[in-house]
């Protein structure tokens, strides 16, 4: 059982990079990049998990009761963030580069000169 | 490279890689029996240290504040990005706004979604707001609730068209607001610096724990972060729907 987030992981990650390998659109790739990306949450918050243990806030919580570690879950929260902004930034460059090639496939259009 | 050469050798390394990433894994603490020390570390000394029961906040905007003024960062440099990118080519032209779909007109909003956008915009806002000010006590925070304060925008969308939303959101507003943001979280950080003391110390008073005024620096960060997340993800949503609803091509009619 403890093998589970392992292997969901890596499955996540692998899925991710066989489309990215495959793509034949460039908004296809950002979709799948962001899939391989979802694989280091699940890592991170399967890390920090602790059974039987509730969100890290402590509010009314009894003294003693098992908690999730923070700090990965804040690392998880950093991991989305830049993920979002970076996948518009890469979208922007697939639409750019449509506009000025027509194809929006990867391994057609030619290599961006500035 | 044709495709099946390409899947084959794309199957051959992913086992190799699968088969490391799983034997480096297996060997990590087991699932559900995590050992720390950090997070009980942190979660010991949130309340005592921080006046804060929320140790998610007290690591993101605190422990590792440091870490996310330069996530704080990448986000204003990818919208700064993506807004230098998608400005107005000397080939194109800006046209009146027209939702443009191939082939077919657009219908006319009906009164069942106008009904529901007038409801979940300040819905969605106001759990925006409250999740922003919250979040030294209870789950949310800055990053969260910014983008739900974005996403209540697009109630408006929705609900009626692209001219009401531009009077909603103006750019040059938006613009201001994503600075702000950015320039109150990197002073508020820098501040103990000018008076001598640690990088973002703590300056103001820490408060009762569980009161809205207490965790000194947390809540101002957390309003800080919340106002540019929320004004970066209308603006980059803003230059995406521009470039499908008014910019043109020269050539094109």
Known sequence: ?114 | MNDSARRTLFFFFAAILAGALVAALRHLPSFGDYQGPYGDVILSGCIPQRHTPQGVAAVTFDYRGFDTLGEEFILFTAVAGVLLLLRQQQCERQEKPRDCELGRAIPATSSAVLAAGLLMFPAALLLGCSLVLHGHLTPGGGFQGGVLLATAFYFVYLSSDYRDLTRFTPDHLLDYLEVTGATTFALGATLPLVLNRPFMLNLLPLGKTGSLFSAGFLPLFNCSVGVEVGAGFLLLIAAFLKQVIVIRRESDQ
């Open chain 1, 1 to 114: 059982m403890s093998l589970l987030p392992i292997l969901v992981t890596v499955w996540l990650f692998l899925v991710g990079l066989y489309g990215i390998a495959t793509s034949r659109n460039t908004i296809h790739l950002v979709s799948c990049l962001f899939v391989t990306q979802a694989s280091t949450y699940v890592f991170l918050l399967s890390i920090g998990f602790r059974t039987g243990g509730t969100a890290p806030i402590l509010g009314k919580l009894p003294p003693g009761a098992p908690l999730v570690d923070p700090v990965v879950q804040s690392l998880a929260l950093t991991d989305i963030v830049v993920g979002a902004t970076v996948s518009a930034l890469i979208l922007v460059f697939a639409l750019q580069a449509h506009k000025k090639h027509g194809t929006s496939d990867p391994r057609s259009a030619p290599p961006m000169r500035g």
